[in-house]
């Protein structure tokens, strides 16, 4: 009997036991396997978390221009207005509609303004009109009340990005300040089931599946917009199979984590839409920057097609390089709007025979003035990490003028080639820098690196440090002032030939530019005037080079050069900006402003961070520099600075001195009027010779800038304590007073000499006499 | 001829006796110049008569009201624009200076006024208050005696304006 069950148990267990030698290794295999899934899928998880968290904060910081204000009684003309308008992509109609449009009516116009959170809160769109008179701003109306305003200012221009090491750059878009027809069409075009589907679109992959095996090639995807981001995180250009398995998971990984409308705005500001050079352009915010120089919200329906469309494929739908192709692409594109009702069905024919909008030249990197950015990024280094500055999205409110930099680029580039020509220099061979800043305030209004200003290459304003020749020698004259009982403008120097014996022997005997001597009794102001070498040797030396140091400390040099006395001819470095900064201490009469390229800083949600406030201090007596700015109106008046008054109207006081180094290589001019001060160098970077002193040279730039400006006089309040005298200046240097012609010199009350005789003012009978006259009484 | 020096000697001594400048002070105007033509296009800085245009103001008023919140950093970027209007006004000057002053940044205050000061064309009561900022600067230095000093001037300033 039991024979029987035997064989039949025998059979059963025969096929058991094949089953179960393999399930033992089957477990243990899918155990691996599931963990090894499991393992790979948290190390998936990590990865695509960090990348998304890190795209929501690696946004470069934004660099801001001032504002441009407009008030009644502004010196301005309307072009300069339209201009900056043009600059700030705001759109000319016959009649002003949205914000960021603009209106001229003959003397009139009338602007609609961007709303714009500036460092000291946000200020609406405002809607005015201006009316010119006589070059001036004449009146300013508010549109919205009808009533008068006193002040308001446009929005200021974006002029750079500092950039997060990849360089790439975002224009950061908050998902409710985007334009609903964006998204909608987005959605409509990439993916329908954005909000239903967990990452991933089964019924989108299957349709395109189907789609392409049909065509028999790749004509549809199935990725979702999930899919797109994280495509777009590790942006490579194989797409395997694997690769986009791993995508997949990371889409569904993602959606656990993140909600629609979070992987939505991540979305909108990493696609990637563009290349320029080696600027890759990620967003909707920035690409619609680089198409159509207008943010977002301004765009019409076209336009917005036209950047969804370029989502397939940005080179290859670029419309700048295929017109036709990106036209087509657009309207395919504008017919699904239709289809999912974002456009009238029977608008859409004339949409899409609408043509290309697209600005042909891309704005300029956002990047546009990347020597004064250099300057901002310098001053903002000692007070934030560099990786601060390039991944939390900082807002920086500089005080940049676009106006005078497009002035200071165009003259420099113009004249640079003019001069080559002249002097029969290869063409190239030159370079400049040039530094503008607002007399008071400290501001620097323009910066300018080299001729080629679009290149962010050696900024010669910030890094060429060359010698400074007689720019040197305000400082050595305004020592000298600085003791009025033994020198005044009158003051008799000696230009005989001089030889001074080194410390190693050697003998050094400068010469003036003119190669002559001027006798010893050349007066003090036509020594500085005409830039006399060696009679401001002996001066130098008399007051003591150590003197002209501190002076130079106290002007606001940073620097420590040797006390020889070549340094009265100025035979030591410096850059232009630090050259700035000492004249600006001359120009605002002895008060020291440290020069500033920055207003503020807010944080990327526009909480204020750090301020940079006026900060002045008085390190020279006004006195002095009164009497030195008064020499330095003649240095322009009869000096080596004359022949800028060729350009310029004699009616503007201007003050400044001309810099000439040994064998002409470097060729410089520093000046000012009553409200700008600009340095220009002009020199080769081989350090070659330019053929060029600083009259011939960097004086032309100088006078053709600014001329371009709305100039101001340079005429300071005469302290109280200096007093003009008339005297004959044919006459100073002797003593028979002939009076006539008259001049009026300035001195330190109490300190006009004996033996000064000053002139009966013919206009007035009242004679200004100085303190002395009553000892005078008794000679 | 002798009389007339003598008449002048007495006078001058009398007047130097008081504290010399007064004589020479006041009445000082820009003698014709003849190095160029009159310039164009300058603000005359003379006087009372340096009242602030409207724009600037306006943005006056706006700081004098952030002031009065208490937001310090808006008053004085708003006086800094006023600045960027009328970059030689010494009130504006001035109240910048109170608003250092109320932040407790007083070498600040201290150099603002100062500037103030120095634009400033007779308008005594402007600078007699700067005198008074200054001399409060001083003497949270420790410097009495150059606080006094610049009290009295304040004072002197002000029966000036007074007169």
């Given at each position: ?29 899918s ?32 660099v ?6 407009l ?77 008068a ?43 329908k ?8 679109d ?80 990620h ?7 680089f198409?159509?120089?207008?943010p977002?919200?301004?765009?019409k ?16 739908y ?5 017109a036709?192709r990106s ?16 456009v ?11 043509p ?17 950015v ?32 497009e ?33 008071d ?14 290149y ?13 020749g ?11 002032l600085?003791r ?9 120097l ?39 070498n ?36 100025g ?5 232009p ?7 600006n ?14 207003q ?29 700015n ?20 004699r009616?503007?006081d ?32 081989d ?57 009026y ?18 206009h ?16 | 001829m ?15 006796a ?11 105007t820009?003698?014709?110049?003849t ?60 109240q ?19 500037r103030?000061?120095?634009l ?27 606080a ?16």
């Amino acid at each position: 009997m039991a024979r029987k069950n035997t064989s039949r148990k025998k059979k059963s267990s025969a096929n058991h036991s094949w089953l179960s030698a393999l399930l033992p290794p089957f477990v243990v295999l899918s155990s691996i396997v599931v963990v090894l899934a499991t393992l790979y899928t948290v190390y998936l998880d990590h990865r695509v978390r960090s990348q998304f968290e890190g795209a929501r904060w690696s946004l470069p910081a934004q660099v801001y221009a001032r504002p441009m204000e407009l008030y009644p009684g502004l010196r301005l003309q309307i072009e300069v207005l339209t201009d900056e308008l043009q600059r700030l992509g705001y759109r000319h109609n016959a009649e002003v509609s949205g914000s960021g449009t603009y209106a001229v009516d003959g003397q009139n116009v009338t602007i609609v303004t961007r709303p714009f959170r500036f460092w000291d809160g946000l200020q609406t769109t405002q809607k005015f009109r201006i009316e010119f008179a006589k070059g001036r701003i004449k009146g300013l109306t508010d549109l919205e009340t009808g009533e008068a305003r006193h002040i308001t200012r446009l929005d200021p221009l974006l002029i750079g990005s500092i950039y997060p090491v990849q360089g790439e750059d975002r224009i950061l878009l908050h998902i409710n300040g985007v334009p609903q027809n964006l998204i909608n069409g987005l959605l409509a075009v990439e993916d329908k089931n954005f909000y239903e589907h967990f990452g991933v679109d089964p019924k989108s992959i299957m349709r395109a599946m189907i789609a392409n095996l049909q065509a028999g090639r790749v004509v549809q995807g199935g990725s979702t917009i999930t899919q797109q981001l994280v495509k777009n995180f590790f942006l490579t250009r194989e797409q395997t199979l694997i690769r986009k398995v791993r995508e997949a998971i990371m889409a569904v990984l993602l959606e656990l984590h993140y909600g629609k409308g979070e992987i939505l705005e991540a979305y909108l500001n990493e696609v990637y839409l563009g290349q320029d050079g080696a600027r890759a352009i990620h967003g909707f915010g920035l690409a619609s920057h680089f198409y159509f120089k207008k943010p977002l919200a301004e765009l019409k329906v076209e336009e917005v097609a036209l950047l969804i469309s370029l989502v397939k494929g940005p080179s290859y739908y670029d419309p700048r390089r295929s017109a036709e192709r990106s036209v087509e692409r657009r309207n395919l594109v504008l017919e699904r709007f239709a289809a999912n009702g974002l456009v009238d069905e029977a608008e859409l024919s004339e949409i899409q025979a609408r043509p290309l909008t697209v600005v042909e030249n891309p704005p300029q990197g956002t990047t546009r003035f990347p020597a004064f950015v250099d300057l901002v990024r310098r001053q903002l280094r000692g007070h934030y990490r560099e990786a601060d500055l390039t991944s939390e999205g900082l807002r920086i409110f500089t005080t940049l003028d676009p106006h005078v930099q497009e002035i200071a680029e165009r003259r420099l580039k113009t004249h640079l080639g003019k001069l080559e020509s002249m002097r029969g220099l290869p063409a190239g061979k030159l370079e400049a820098a040039t530094v503008i800043t607002s007399v008071d305030g400290g501001k620097v209004l323009a910066l300018v690196g080299g001729r080629d200003t679009g290149y962010a290459g050696f900024n010669r304003a910030l890094d060429a440090r060359r010698p400074i020749g007689s720019l040197v020698k305000p400082a050595v004259y305004l020592t000298a002032l600085s003791r009025p009982h033994r020198y005044s403008p009158v003051t008799l120097l000696n230009d005989r030939r001089l030889e001074l014996i080194q410390p190693n022997g050697d003998i050094w005997a400068p010469e003036n530019y003119d190669k002559r001597f001027h006798g010893d009794e050349v007066p003090l102001y036509i020594a500085l005037a005409k830039s006399y070498n060696v009679a401001t040797v002996r001066l130098g030396m008399d007051i003591g080079i150590p003197s002209v140091i501190d002076t130079l400390g106290k002007l606001g040099s940073k620097g420590k050069p040797l006390a020889v006395p070549s340094l009265a001819l100025g035979a030591f470095e410096m850059a232009p900006l630090e050259v700035a900064q000492i004249y600006n201490t001359l120009a605002t009469g002895g008060y020291y402003t440290p020069l500033l390229s920055i207003q503020a800083v807010l944080s990327r949600d526009s909480e204020p961070l750090s301020r940079y406030p006026l900060r002045l201090r008085q390190t020279y007596d006004e006195g002095p520099v009164y009497i030195l700015n008064w020499n330095m109106r003649q240095i322009m008046r009869i000096g080596t600075a004359r022949s800028a008054y060729n350009i310029i109207s004699r009616d503007i006081d201007l003050a400044g001195k001309t810099g000439t180094t040994d064998d002409l290589r470097d060729s410089w001019f520093a000046g000012y009027s009553g409200n700008f001060l600009s340095v220009v160098w002009v020199g080769r970077d081989d350090n070659g010779p330019t053929k060029l002193s600083g009259a011939t040279g960097a004086l032309q730039i100088w006078a053709h800038i600014m001329n371009d400006l709305e100039l101001e006089s340079f005429k300071p309040n005469r302290p109280d304590n200096v007093v003009m005298i008339p005297l004959d200046p044919d006459e100073v240097e002797h003593d028979d007073e002939d009076c006539d012609r008259i001049m009026y010199f300035p001195f330190i009350r109490g300190t006009v000499g004996r033996d000064i005789e000053p002139c009966e003012d013919a206009h007035s009978h009242r004679q200004e006499r100085d303190g002395n006259w009553f000892l005078d009484l008794f000679r | 001829m002798l009389g007339n020096s003598i008449g002048y000697a007495a006078t001058g001594c009398l007047l130097m006796a008081m504290g010399g400048c007064a004589v020479f002070k006041g009445q000082v105007t820009e003698p014709p110049s003849t190095s160029g033509q009159a310039a164009t296009g300058t603000r005359r800085e003379s006087g009372s008569e340096q009242a602030a245009g409207p724009a600037a103001q306006a943005l006056m008023a706006q700081a004098a009201s952030h002031v009065e919140t208490g937001d310090y950093q808006k008053a004085a970027a708003t006086l800094e624009r006023a600045l960027y209007i009328e970059p030689r006004n010494p009130v504006i000057y001035a109240q910048l200076a109170d608003v250092m002053l109320a932040q407790g940044l007083l070498g600040e205050a201290e150099n603002l006024a100062r500037r103030s000061n120095s634009l400033a064309r007779n308008q005594p009561d402007l600078q007699a208050k700067n005198w008074m900022t200054i001399a409060r600067a001083m003497r949270a230095r420790g410097e009495t005696a150059s606080a006094e000093a610049a009290e009295m001037r304040a004072r002197e300033l002000k029966n000036l304006a007074g007169e």
